[in-house]
């Protein structure tokens, strides 16, 4: 499904009385103005031509629910002090550079999952901003990354968050490439690998034939579970000993080793289950 973009001038405006009340202005947008008078308590102001929402936490959270898919800039930093759940709320000119973005990444055929994160960690970075976007500097991401170590996020977790913001402000909305950009050192750990002994008591463990066998591929072979759930009798190569992966992570085809043990499994069970396509229907 394609996103709304609207443009920049195209927002729902809210301001704060002094009361603690909201006040929300809005364009004749039939939509936007449903919308609003799903708000519990709403009133309009024929006169000032705007509407009123009354100032209750419980009514500020479904106004933004409801307010979630369309622009809005508060001009209030009162406002957003005393109602922090706003700062989730995106202006247009915001709406647009996320569009932006996830159009830029389908076109460089990124990964479903890369896109997923890669919109994340702008949206979260959005949500921390003080200022509009369009005014945001250098220094404003680097507090957010400081933030995140602060969170004791980890250095991969990190890492691809420096990603995603740099091909968004670089590459995606055209801004100068600072060149400071700072990595985290990566995390060297040793892998824990399973002596022979507790890998044949981890499968006697398993009484599917099906789970049992899919278990012995990926843990002799090293495949991800997407790779195994995908793979077909053709991949199979007893006589090389090799299984071929087929857009495995970053799209990319590989072989790997084929245990002469795992073989043995993965062929007793061909031969007492059905297969049309895939080895392991349904994971």
């Known amino acids: 499904m394609v996103a709304n973009v609207y443009s920049s001038n195209q927002n729902v405006t809210l301001d704060c009385e002094e009361n603690g009340d909201v006040i929300v202005e809005t364009p004749y947008i039939e939509k936007w103005i449903e919308v609003i008078r799903s708000v519990p308590g709403r009133k309009w102001d024929a006169s000032a031509r705007c509407w009123t929402i009354p100032g209750k936490k419980s009514v500020i959270q479904q106004l933004c629910h409801v307010l979630k898919d369309i622009p809005v800039e508060v001009k209030s930093t009162q406002l957003i002090e005393r109602y922090p759940e706003l700062m989730q709320l995106q202006s247009g000119d915001e709406q647009a550079a996320l569009h932006k973005l996830k159009e830029s990444m389908k076109l460089k055929g990124y990964s479903i999952k890369t896109q997923q994160a890669y919109i994340g960690h702008a949206e979260r970075y959005l949500r921390t901003l003080p200022i509009p976007l369009k005014d945001a500097g250098f220094q404003h991401t680097r507090a957010y990354l400081l933030n995140l170590y602060e969170e004791s996020r980890s250095s991969p977790y990190v890492n691809q968050a420096v990603s995603a913001l740099r091909f968004w402000h670089v590459t995606v909305l055209g801004r100068c490439d600072v060149k400071q950009w700072i990595r985290p050192k990566r995390q060297k750990k040793l892998p824990v690998v399973l002596s022979a002994d507790e890998v044949a008591r981890l499968l006697s463990a398993v009484q599917h034939v099906k789970h049992r066998t899919l278990i012995a591929l990926i843990y002799s072979s090293g495949l991800r579970i997407g790779e195994a759930v995908r793979l077909t009798k053709q991949d199979i190569d007893p006589d090389r000993k ?29 031969e007492t289950q059905p297969i049309v396509k895939y080895l392991f229907p349904g994971g």
């Open 242 to 270: 090799t299984i071929h992966i087929r857009q495995g992570k970053g799209g990319k085809d590989r072989f790997t080793v084929l245990s002469t043990a795992a073989y043995s499994m993965l062929q007793n069970y061909m």
